[in-house]
């Protein structure tokens, strides 16, 4: 039983097609950036937020996976859809909203250190709050498209 699990693994075509979306989505934040801004920032490969999406484009690509295999009217690709849109939900609302708020705290505490040579009075965290965490809908929508390709495509 042991000695088949990991060739079972490397055998699982669904998730190799879901993590080759994650990784197309990472690469093209990458070449994108490139493309706007003419610099390469590899840090894109790793980081979160961004167009497209890499969250959708896994979750995206595992349901059509999932439905192409397993078929159409499967429990297996109800809870694959289901999954995916509580991702494209989270990465559009709360996790765009929790961006937002970090753009804002980041902007008051550096308003605060302005007018206060002393930062021990308010304590101030030196280290700024990451604001890139979520998505707009274009971006949700991006990678939900490079995904959904990806896993009816595979």
Do not use: C
């Not at 706007?36 to 979750?59: C, M, Q, Y």
């Not at 996976?65 to 009217?73: F, H, I, L, R, T």
């Not at 999954?83 to 753009?103: F, Q, T």
């Amino acid at each position: 039983m042991f000695a088949d699990f990991f060739p079972s693994i490397l055998q699982n075509k669904i998730m190799w097609i879901s993590l080759s979306a994650w990784i197309l989505a990472q690469a093209a934040k990458l070449v994108i950036n490139f493309l706007v801004e003419k610099k390469w920032d590899f840090s894109l490969l790793i980081s979160s937020g961004g167009f497209p999406s890499s969250h959708t484009a896994i979750v995206s690509a595992l349901a059509l996976s999932v439905g192409k295999v397993e078929g159409w009217d499967s429990s297996v690709f109800a809870i694959a859809v289901v999954l995916a849109v509580i991702v494209m939900y989270d990465a559009a609302g709360v996790r765009r909203a929790a961006g937002n708020h970090a753009r804002v705290i980041n902007y008051m505490v550096e308003w605060l250190r302005q007018f206060n040579a002393d930062r021990s009075a308010f304590n101030l965290q030196e280290e700024r709050l990451k604001e890139l965490i979520g998505h707009t809908p274009f971006e949700v929508f991006g990678g939900a498209i490079l995904g959904g390709l990806i896993g009816l495509i595979f």
